[in-house]
């Protein structure tokens, strides 16, 4: 994981998603928190990695990036966690929408375009 390392915090959220993934799972879409992350804020914002690692827990067939987009809070560039969380997902095998903000996707459709749209507010 980029050298980061899980604090025992981070394991004990893993391990609930885990089992609510086994016990609830599969799901359709996980919304997971991926941007807004910082080293000194571990153990309230995941990292791209742990986004993806979150939706294999909880047995989620795609993943939707959320807190990321709508401002910057942290010192990573804007695009950053788009950009990691895609190629990571890619690495990973995880499916991922990223709808552009105000896009309607439909659940039930078996094919989302990915078009990295925030490249063009960067």
């Known amino acids: 994981m980029d050298g980061y390392h899980l604090c ?4 004990k959220v893993m391990k609930c998603l885990k ?3 086994d016990q609830n799972g599969p ?4 919304l997971i928190d991926c941007g807004q ?3 000194a804020w571990k153990y ?8 993806i ?11 939707i990036p959320i807190h990321w987009g709508a401002f910057t809070l942290s010192t990573h560039p804007w695009i950053e966690p788009p950009e990691k969380v895609f190629a990571n997902a ?3 095998g995880q499916k991922i929408i990223l709808p552009q903000i105000g896009q309607i996707i439909s659940i039930g459709q078996t094919n989302y375009k990915i078009k990295k749209w925030w490249r063009e507010f960067n």
């Open 27 to 30: 799901f359709d879409i996980s």
């Open 44 to 51: 309230s914002h995941m990292f791209p990695d742990q986004s």
């Open 8 to 11: 025992t915090h981070q394991v």
């Open 90 to 92: 890619e690495k990973l």
């Open 19 to 21: 089992k609510i993934g």
């Open 53 to 63: 690692i979150a939706t294999k827990d909880l047995k989620g067939e795609y993943l």
């Open 37 to 39: 992350y910082n080293k």
